[in-house]
Nanobody, 125 residues
Framework: VQLVESGGGLMQPGGSLRLSCTAP????????MGWYRQAPGQGREWVSS????????DYTDSVKGRFTISRDNAKNTAYLLMNSLKPEDTAIYYC???????????????????WGQGTQVTVSS
């Protein structure tokens, strides 16, 4: 595990959470960053990604307009701000880093990139 996620928890529908992803052992400034999630009984799903500068971002359709990915390379941290949370957002959220934005977006590979251990997000009333 090379990345450490935090910020998950239990939230009511309509609420907000901000996830953080830090890299205690390497410099993320050259890496594209992404967030994936895995709901119970489901495969891991790409959620969002950004390039090394944070200027190029992309989102899966189900979170567009609600989630925002960002990064602060000076703090060696990436973020996922999640607004207007829905029960279907419930999942374990994982951070992923790779030198290739393409791999972050669609072809994560543990041989070339780094994963975190995940943080649980539960949206329920």
């Amino acid at each position: 595990v090379q990345l450490v996620e935090s910020g998950g928890g239990l939230m009511q529908p309509g609420g907000s959470l901000r996830l953080s992803c830090t890299a205690p052992w390497f410099d993320i400034s050259s890496y594209a960053m992404g967030w994936y999630r895995q709901a119970p009984g489901q495969g891991r799903e790409w959620v969002s990604s950004c390039d090394s500068t944070g200027e190029t971002t992309d989102y899966t359709d189900s979170v567009k307009g609600r989630f925002t990915i960002s990064r602060d390379n000076a703090k060696n941290t990436a973020y996922l701000l999640m607004n207007s949370l829905k029960p279907e957002d419930t999942a374990i959220y994982y951070c992923y880093a790779d030198l290739s934005l393409d791999r972050v977006r669609s072809r994560p590979n543990a041989a070339t990139g780094y994963w975190g251990q995940g943080t649980q997000v539960t949206v329920s009333s």
